[in-house]
């Protein structure tokens, strides 16, 4: 049987007090108290029956015997990390890959991704943006064969939410809203403060290709506005790019108000008047029912997400 060895937090107090030469500085390094650290080194010295250190009024030294244990202890705790290391190394992490919209990517989930790798960082994540698929989803019936295809774990989709052959989960509706840089509010000689006002405002148009994407048109006539021509101003084909105009201040963007939510909290961009529109279409997401591999880290970020949009509702709703 191996020799009975004293207990580990003692000869990590005592190994600490020897480097240091000082039971305070031990006892912040430990996180414990002075009186903790005096104590494992007191019942370490009664476990072994030797002494080992000399306490002075206001310094300590070692004794021969503290001394002479000091090199192999050292040595014990540095091949003790080395194991930790090792076992460490030996651990595979699990990756997840994730389609999403570019827009919805850049504008809600990038920002909030940090929070999902704190807490999960043994799943390695890889985004995939990719324009062309969000066609190519739109004409599968079913998506098995999509997710197959180009290997995709979870699936974040704005539409209707009908996905035969997945799991479905309605992340949040989504409302068209007029986005604008706040100065506009303000700014003269025709401050942005009723909808009549954007007469004297460019308009500026998302035209991202998806199916759903809010239109001037439609805003305008809920909004009872009339003399403003809805197909004038600047057109872009990304969300992203119109944004970057609104916030540069160059007009006012109709988008979804989701996708603006971080810009409008850091105070890049503000809605100048409360009338939204709702959308028929809302953001989900879809996993294959018969998925069979990355099971945990799938649920784990499913879980996440949907507790980030819950969160988003709840403080719209505040």
Not at 233 to 240: A, D, K, T
Request: glycine share 4%; hydrophobic share 45%; aromatic share 8%.
């Amino acid at each position: 049987m191996p020799q009975q060895l004293p207990p580990l937090n003692a000869l990590r107090a005592f190994e600490a007090v020897a480097r240091h030469q000082s039971f305070t500085k031990a006892a912040e390094e430990l996180f414990v108290t002075r009186a903790a650290i005096s104590h494992q080194i007191k019942h370490l010295e009664d476990f072994l029956g030797v002494e080992l250190v000399e306490r002075h009024n206001r310094s300590i030294t070692l004794t021969k015997a503290g001394e002479a244990a000091l090199p192999k202890l050292r040595e014990g705790f540095n091949t003790l990390a080395d194991a930790v290391h090792v076992m460490r190394s030996q651990k595979t992490n699990e990756s997840l890959s994730v389609w999403v919209a570019p827009s919805f990517a850049s504008k809600w989930l990038v920002p909030r991704l940090h929070t999902f790798a704190q807490q999960h960082p043994d799943i390695d994540m890889r985004i995939s943006g990719e324009a062309k698929l969000v066609d190519a989803t739109e004409q599968h019936g079913a998506l098995d064969e999509l997710f197959r295809a180009h290997e995709i774990d979870v699936m974040i989709r704005f539409g209707l939410g009908n996905y035969p052959g997945c799991q479905v989960e309605k992340l949040f509706s989504v409302e068209a809203v007029p986005l604008c840089k706040p100065s506009l509010l303000t700014d003269l000689p025709h401050p942005l403060r009723t909808p009549h006002d954007l007469r004297f405002h460019t308009l500026l148009h998302d035209e991202t290709p998806y199916v759903g994407r809010p239109s001037w048109e439609r805003w305008l006539q809920l909004a009872k506005v009339e003399g403003v021509d809805f197909k004038r101003g600047m057109h872009f084909n990304h969300v992203s790019l119109a944004m970057e105009a609104a916030i540069d201040g160059q007009g006012v963007l109709l988008s979804m108000d989701a996708l603006a939510q971080h810009d409008i909290e850091a105070g890049r961009l503000c809605i100048p008047f409360p009338l939204s529109m709702p959308l028929e279409h809302a953001y989900h997401i879809i996993r294959p029912k018969s998925a069979t591999t990355n099971q945990r880290a799938a649920s784990a970020f499913i879980a996440w997400v949907l507790a980030e949009a819950e969160e988003q509702e709840e403080n719209k709703l505040a």
